[in-house]
């Protein structure tokens, strides 16, 4: 159990059909830490691509409609560390870093350690 979390509330796994992102969202469903978990990604429901705000605010509003507080957020996508520190592994090509933005103040991105 996540002791760190008081226990309720809602965690999010964003890229949650992937290898890591699939790992951490069976882990996080099994943990009575939360009172639910949430996966998103491009190929989900609701598609969320980081890349789109209209995605994001529309993933931010399901998000909110669960009626959870959102206590954790995880980014497993590798967007926030690809090749050009701008975009999900393997698509880091652009030579323009781009700046991160969550979806709203009140649901800020996990910062890596
Ligand atoms: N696998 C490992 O053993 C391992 C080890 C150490 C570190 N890592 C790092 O962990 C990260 C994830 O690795 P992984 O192997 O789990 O990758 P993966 O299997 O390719 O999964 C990536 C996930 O991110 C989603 N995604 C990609 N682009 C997205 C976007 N723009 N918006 C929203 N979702 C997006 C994908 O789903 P959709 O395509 O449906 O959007 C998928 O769910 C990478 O940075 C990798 O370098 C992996």
Do not use: Q
Request: hydrophobic content about 40%; cysteine-free; glycine content about 18%.
């Amino acid at each position: 159990m996540l002791e760190s979390f008081p226990a309720g509330g809602l965690a999010v796994v964003v890229g949650a059909t992937g290898g890591v992102g699939g790992a951490l969202l069976a882990h996080l469903a099994g943990e009575r830490s939360f009172r639910g978990v949430v996966g998103l990604s491009r190929g989900g429901v609701p598609p969320l691509d980081l890349t789109s705000e209209e995605t994001i605010a529309r993933a931010a509003a399901h998000v909110a409609g669960t009626g959870h507080e959102l206590r954790l957020v995880v980014d497993a996508t590798g967007f926030l560390h690809g090749a050009a520190g701008s975009g999900p592994r393997g698509a880091g090509t652009s030579s323009t870093p781009r700046t991160w933005r969550g979806p709203s103040p009140s649901t800020p991105p996990a910062r890596r350690s």
